[in-house]
C-alpha cells in the first residue's frame, strides 16, 4: 500500500514548548507499527500529524516519497479510526460505511462492491441495516473500522481504538484486528496505545516513545529481550524488569557483576578489561528468576513479603533489597507459605542485562 519516512519531524506549541523533535522512523508496506510510551509522551499527536490533523512544527513526512507536510489530510491517502466509533447514530451501518464515499462521488457498484469486501471481511453482513444503537460495543468499532476499508487508504491509522471496551470485548476485538491484518497483508497501519499485550501481539514493529523522541524501535521479541535502556527494560513486560545495583568484577566474553546486596550475577554480555570496577544495573526479568538451595550461586536473597497466586503463575514481591526497589519474581504454578521465608534467586546468563547510566552495554 504505503510507505512512510519522518525525518527529524518535531512539533512545538507556541513556538517554545517542545512535544516531539528528533523524530527518525521508516515505516515500510505491509507493516503494522505500534507507537507505545506513557501518557504524556506524544504517541497521539504523532499519528495526528501524519494525518494531517496536527501541524508539523519542524522536519519532514513522506507518503510513497511525496512530502506532505503541507497536504490537506483528505489528500494524503489515510484513513483514521479513533478511540470514539464516530458513528452517525441516526444512520444504518450501510449508510456510515458509504457516507464518504456518496461524498467522493463513487458510483452505485463501487460503492455496494466495497461495502460488501468490508462487512465480509469484518463479518458485519447481518448488521448493515442495524442502527449504531443496537450494535454492542465492538460491533460499532468493527463499523468505524469498516468506515475505513471502503475507502481503501493508503495507511489505516489506529489512535486506541480498544480503550472504551471492557476486558472481554478488548481481547475479542485484539484478535480481530490481528485477523484483519492477515486479511490485508500489502496494508500499512499505525496504531497507538497504551496497552502492552495490544503492542506486543499486533504490532510488526514497536515504537517506544519517551523523553520527546523514541527511546526504541524493533519487534516485541527484540524489545523484550534486549532493550536498549532501562526505560524501555522497565516500559516492556509486566511486572517490569527488575533493576539491581553493582560493580562489574570479571570481564571477557561474559560479565560479572558483584551486587550491593550481596548475590553475584553473570551476563552474557561482552566487556572490556577497562571496564572492571564500573558502577552498573542488573536488570532480569520477573520470569526469568528461579528459586536455588543454599550454597548454589545467587543474585539476591531476599524476604517474601507478599505473594499473589494467580493460578498459571505465583508472584512474590520481596522487601527491599539494599539501596535497590522492590524486587519481584514470578514462579510457575501455585507456590503456597513462602512468605516471610527467605529466598535465594538466580537467572541465566542469556536472561541477564548489564546498564551503564541508563544504556544497554550490550548495544554500544
Request: aromatic share 6%.
Amino acid at each position: 500500500m504505503a510507505t512512510l519516512k519522518l525525518t527529524d519531524v518535531a512539533k512545538t506549541y507556541g513556538g517554545t514548548i517542545d512535544v516531539l523533535k528528533n523524530i527518525n522512523l521508516d515505516i515500510k508496506t505491509g507493516e503494522l507499527i505500534v507507537f507505545v510510551g506513557p501518557s504524556g509522551c506524544g504517541k497521539s499527536t504523532l499519528l495526528r500529524m501524519i494525518a494531517g490533523l496536527e501541524k508539523i512544527s519542524g522536519g519532514e513526512l513522506q507518503i510513497d516519497g511525496r512530502v506532505v507536510n503541507d497536504i490537506p489530510p483528505a489528500q494524503r491517502g489515510i484513513a483514521m479510526v479513533f478511540q470514539s466509533y464516530a458513528l452517525y447514530p441516526h444512520m444504518t451501518v450501510r449508510d456510515n460505511m458509504t457516507f464518504a464515499l456518496k461524498l467522493a462521488k463513487k458510483s452505485k457498484a463501487e460503492i455496494d462492491a466495497a461495502v460488501a469486501k468490508a462487512a465480509r471481511i469484518l463479518q458485519l453482513e447481518p448488521y448493515l441495516d442495524r442502527l449504531p444503537k443496537a450494535l454492542s460495543g465492538g460491533q460499532r468499532q468493527r463499523v468505524a473500522i469498516g468506515r475505513s476499508i471502503v475507502r481503501d487508504p493508503k495507511v489505516y491509522l489506529f489512535d486506541e481504538p480498544l480503550s472504551n471496551l471492557d476486558a472481554a470485548l478488548r481481547v475479542a476485538t485484539r484478535i480481530e484486528i490481528a485477523q484483519l491484518k492477515e486479511s490485508m497483508p500489502d496494508s500499512t497501519m499505525i496504531y497507538v496505545t497504551h496497552d502492552q499485550v495490544e503492542a506486543m501481539t499486533l504490532a510488526s514493529r514497536i515504537v517506544v516513545l519517551a523523553n520527546k523522541g523514541i527511546a526504541q524501535v524493533g519487534t516485541p521479541l527484540e524489545l523484550y529481550e534486549r532493550p536498549q535502556n532501562e526505560f524501555v527494560a522497565q516500559f516492556i513486560g509486566s511486572p517490569a524488569m527488575n533493576l539491581l545495583a553493582g560493580e562489574i568484577v570479571e570481564t571477557g566474553a561474559q560479565t560479572t557483576v558483584k551486587l550491593a546486596g550481596g548475590g553475584t550475577a553473570v551476563a552474557a554480555v561482552p566487556t572490556r578489561d577497562s571496564d572492571r570496577g564500573l558502577q552498573v544495573n542488573v536488570g532480569v526479568r520477573p520470569e526469568d528468576l528461579s528459586a536455588v538451595e543454599d550454597g548454589a550461586p545467587y543474585i539476591f536473597e531476599g524476604t517474601v513479603n507478599i505473594t499473589e497466586a494467580l493460578g498459571e503463575v505465583t508472584l512474590l514481591y520481596f522487601d527491599r533489597i539494599g539501596d535497590n526497589d522492590a524486587v519481584i519474581g514470578k514462579l510457575p504454578g501455585i507456590h503456597q507459605g513462602l512468605r516471610g521465608q527467605t529466598v535465594r534467586m538466580t537467572a541465566q546468563s542469556d536472561k541477564v542485562q548489564i546498564f551503564h547510566n541508563g544504556q544497554s552495554l550490550h548495544y554500544r
